[in-house]
T-cell receptor, first 113, second 116 residues
Framework: AQSVAQPEDQVNVAEGNPLTVKCTYS??????LFWYVQYPNRGLQFLLK??????LVKGSYGFEAEFNKSQTSFHLKKPSALVSDSALYFC???????????FGKGTMLLVSP | DVKVTQSSRYLVKRTGEKVFLECVQD?????MFWYRQDPGLGLRLIYF???????EKGDIPEGYSVSREKKERFSLILESASTNQTSMYLC???????????????FGAGTRLSVL
């Protein structure tokens, strides 16, 4: 079965500093990986996805993610954090044979001014 | 833009009531999903549907049922609500085809259900 792990419940970073939100995955076959963001009292919004191709994927709001097959990781990154980036971030992997996704437990990102 | 609309943002129901949560999407997506979101547990899939009148159980279907009579509408039903079903419920939809958009799920704003 596919699974993803987000090892940090919370990440704290100062505005202007680079940020990383970690995700590792376990899949059989080629991984289809996603990042979503959830702002307070809202649904999830798609940020970016990796299917094949370049290991560095660019997405919305200046976010990017680095796919590393040997480390089975798909970390979310941004060069310079904004206070408005404070939100809950979810990593997800597509389940083989279906259109369903398995989500991680989420990581709260707090960006301080 | 894709729009997924959940009929209620907040609901308060009593134990034993039958509860209907409605979800409508306007992008002709084949797939629709119901999740519940609880702190520390992330999102857990309750049911999904890949076509009209089709449904598949997700990871936690117990105590729930679904209905998909039209392509754009997917309803979640709590047959007899219990306090442990107090949660945030999220609906999503996705396309089956299309290289760039395939498998991207689009979410509604959520329904926060309290069962007293």
């Amino acid at each position: 079965a596919q699974s993803v792990a987000q090892p940090e419940d919370q990440v704290n970073v100062a505005e202007g500093n680079p940020l990383t939100v970690k995700c590792t995955y376990s899949v059989s076959g080629n991984p289809y990986l996603f990042w979503y963001v959830q702002y307070p009292n809202r649904g999830l919004q798609f940020l970016l996805k990796y299917i094949t191709g370049d290991n560095l994927v660019k997405g919305s709001y200046g976010f990017e993610a680095e796919f590393n097959k040997s480390q089975t990781s798909f970390h979310l990154k941004k060069p310079s954090a904004l206070v408005s980036d404070s939100a809950l971030y979810f990593c997800a992997v597509r389940n083989s044979g279906y259109s369903t996704l398995t989500f991680g437990k989420g990581t709260m990102l707090l960006v301080s001014p | 833009d894709v729009k997924v609309t959940q009929s209620s943002r907040y609901l308060v129901k009593r134990t034993g009531e039958k509860v209907f949560l409605e979800c409508v999407q306007d992008m002709d997506h084949e797939n629709m999903f119901w999740y519940r979101q609880d702190p520390g547990l992330g999102l857990r899939l309750i049911y999904f549907s890949y076509d009209v009148k089709m449904k598949e159980k997700g990871d936690i279907p117990e105590g729930y049922s679904v209905s998909r009579e039209k392509k754009e509408r997917f309803s979640l039903i709590l047959e007899s609500a219990s306090t442990n079903q107090t949660s945030m419920y999220l609906c999503a939809s996705s396309k089956t085809s299309g290289r760039s958009s395939k498998n991207i799920q689009y979410f509604g704003a959520g329904t926060r259900l309290s069962v007293l």
